[in-house]
């Protein structure tokens, strides 16, 4: 179990160095000069050369590349070329936004389509089989950026429940925060229900067709209890991996809808790095995500053992 | 040409909308507004950038020059209380205007003046636009209200460059913090600011004139899709958007009684460029032939509700030397086929045309006379480029074929006497006339020289300048007082006043 956590560990450390590495070569590859992006249309020649030298661009870039990861290192994520300001603490007020956001818009997935989908797998064959069923596929083809437009026009623009979008900050008001996010969690969570509740009737029917269901059931017990006790029990591990894939996706898919929703979160702030071409930012950012989506990974891989003991680790 | 029944709609709302003007309720003093934006700026330091996202926030907000510019693009006083010019034209004199106070509480001084234009004439300072200072030689303080610019040659101009974004004026003591914590004499303080989320403005109570602001606040909101700033005004959650409102959705505001939309000039040219030095475009009659094969009053009509004015030259009408040239080469597609087999490509021309991501009015621009090159035997290849290569690759290396983009700096004809530019475009003559325009005696003169390089570059047909789309900006019914026209790129909030 040891060596397997350490080797898996490692694994993880080495794809996040190679996103570093992709990331810095792709960000090279693309013409575009964050000097010029700063002054603007108008600028003069010299005063882009001074920028350049300003901002380090003179250096060559493996140097860079061996500069920056040297800080990385020692925590020291470098200073955004357009804002000024250190990348970690940029990188850490999103935080703010993003994670509640992602949390939020996977647990919200989850505890729709986990009952869901199980009530639809007791209940197949029934007319709300084939219904649940037409609903989560077009919940799943519907993009979410576009089911995001439509929140905004019925929630905000017709009944002016909810802000159509921007974010008052949590030192603001922690009330008008939690509303702001309100309608982005649902454009994130309803797509992502959508898929798990498919997942979900589908790892339940493949339990309920196994014998110690079947035994349960001649024992007795209640349909509860079989299904509370002995079938989801089983299908968790499914599940689990489900729910990790929901984080994953839902955080990725929060870039589009911060956009959407103008939230000041870490997909915006990425994009906000690609078009300004502000290297130290985007490196950061990426080096984030990549982080946090290779432990998300670990953790599901992880649990398995703990939710089921009959898995063991080579 | 049949105008369509929603343009003679736009044009009914826009003669009833002037007389409403004239009645709209007196100031009310209180309040706050939120104005929606599309980007972070790269700094807050007008001096250090030429990017429009610093002007539209702070320009007669948080910071003032010697002069400004008013909502209809007039040169009015603002530090200074008025100038003097001698005789022989190599001397500006300002006279400083008394009791302005910083945002920091500092006294506004002589040497803040003289520090600021060190500054601009120092090529090291990293201010940007040191051009339009290029016949200055001294700024000199003779007592502690009077500033005096010394120039080698008469500059027609300085004044309305003393009105540009970047000359504002800051305390010399706060130089180094203007890009982070901008600190001016605006009737705004800048209050706080949340990268990629807002700014945050508030009401100067020491603003040297004492009726203004109206507002107590303003909150600037980060909103970069533009239907999202709709949907926005139409919640009611943002007050004002001050400029390009698409204008698809021109007739949703419209029909909206919350809202209402103002329309006015703007000084952008959405224009073909063209690389001037590389063929087919070394060839006047190709260029001529691709201006005629352009039908440009189908695309203002047709792409953008009839929002524009078609324009033959780089001059948008609200320059004050505006001068019409849109029939030098109007719209013949036979005569462009005839141009185009004179020159050679009697089977057809092929080249790249490049359309910037960020701009959509470029972008189906760009695509219409795509397919209006097509119908006189020019196949484009069409692609769309991302920014940040649109400015490396295409501006500033000149490496492209033809692109679109809207040049909406004002009085910006100087860049046909650049041969580096990348139209690269080379004619003495250009450079010449911009001399004896700002060494003219007289305005009329300076009118004619600009109305001849004008002249110049649309019968060379360097470019094809499409048109000058509208500025649309929108408010909530009870936002008055905001600018319609963008003489420069401003929502200047000063005058903005709200009736509940």
Redesign the interface.
Known sequence: MTRYLARRALTALVSVWLASVVVFGAVLA????PA?????????P??LA??RTQLGLDVPPPERYVRWLGGVLIGDLGESL????PVAR?VW??LGVSVPLAVGAALLATLLAVPVGIFTALRRGSLWDPLVVLASQLGAAIPSFWLA?LL??AF??QL?WL?????P?WDVSVVGSLRALLLPLLALALGQAAVMVRLTRAAMLDVLAQDFVRTARAKGLSPLKVVGKHALRNALVTLVTVFGLALTNVFIGSIVIE???????LG??AL?A????DYPLLQGVILLYASTIVLLSFLVDVSYGWLDPRIRYA | MTRSPLLVLLLAALLLAAPALAQDPPPVRGGAITVAIS??P??WDPT?????EIARVTYGNVFEGLVRFDRHGQIVPALATGWQVATDGLAWTFTLREGVRFHDGSPLTVDDVLFKFERALD??S?H????YYAAVTDVRAPDDRTIVFELSQPSRSLLYNLARPDAIIYPRALADTQ??RPVGTGPFRFARY?????VRLERFDDYWNPELPYLDGATF?????P??RV??L????VDLIGAAVPPEQVRVLQANPAVKVALGTATAEVTVAMNNSRPPFDDLRVRQAITHAIDKQAIVDGAFFGLGTVIGTHMSPSEAYYVDLTDTYPYDPERARELLAEAGYADGLRFDFELPE?YAIERRTGEIIAQQLREVGIQVNLSVV????W???I??AADYDMTIIGHS?PR?IDIYARPDYYYRYDNPRVAELLAEAEAAPTAAAETAAYREIARIIAEDAVNVWVFSPANVAAARTGVYGFWVDQPTPAIDLTQVYVVR
């Open positions: 693309v013409p575009g000069d010029a992006l700063i002054l603007g249309m108008n600028a003069a010299e005063a001074a920028m357009q804002y000024q300001r940029l007020d999103r437009l905004i026009l905000a623009v002016g802000p159509s979008g921007g974010f900050g956009q959407v929703f103008s939230l000041p979160g915006r702030l906000t690609i078009g300004n071409r | 980007a972070d790269p700094g250090l950038s030429t990017s429009q090529p090291d990293g940007v636009n040191q051009g890009r982070s949340v990268e990629g989320s807002e909101r980060i909103v970069s899709d239907n999202a949907a926005a139409l919640a009611g959650d960020p991302e920014w940040g290569t400015i490396q690759r501006f500033l700096e910006d």
